[in-house]
């Protein structure tokens, strides 16, 4: 890690503590040179080297583009998609990451309806639509979709 004060390039953990919730770990720092100390959170990302296997092709994750497609999930309310689409494409992000296999298209589209359902079903609804995740529209307890758990 380099010194966020001198930039040098040799610094040390003085402190070290995993996150209650979800796969983050935050460290304190001191630098070697200066001795500067500060502290960083770090968390995993799929960004970083996993690769997404679609039609034979692999294809580097890209966390803008599932941010914009939770986002456009929130027709009902669009301000509820400004606000939380990136904390949510976050939370997908690290659920994904801490899988210890390559991860597919179906399994971020699987992982991100799962959240959004949590957050909002209406939202959830809307994605799980435009993945093509509803397989029976047919009227199915009081005229609600069946949505596809491609994890089965």
Request: glycine share 6%.
């Amino acid at each position: 890690m380099i010194c966020i004060n001198c930039f040098h390039r040799n610094t040390s953990v003085t402190n070290s503590r995993s996150h209650k919730k979800g796969h983050s770990v935050w460290r304190r720092r001191k630098c070697g040179k200066c001795g500067a100390i500060f502290t960083t959170l770090e968390r995993p990302s799929l960004g970083q080297g996993i690769l997404i296997s679609s039609d034979s092709e692999s294809v580097p994750f890209n966390l803008g583009r599932l941010v914009i497609s939770i986002a456009e999930a929130f027709t009902h309310a669009s301000s509820d998609g400004k606000n939380h689409a990136l904390a949510l494409a976050e939370t997908v992000e690290s659920t994904l990451a801490s899988q210890l296999r390559e991860i597919s298209k179906e399994d971020i589209e699987a992982t991100t309806h799962q959240v959004l359902k949590r957050f909002d079903e209406l939202a959830a609804l809307q994605y799980a639509a435009k993945h093509q995740l509803i397989v029976d529209a047919s009227l199915k307890r009081r005229g609600r979709p069946s949505i596809v758990s491609r994890s089965q």
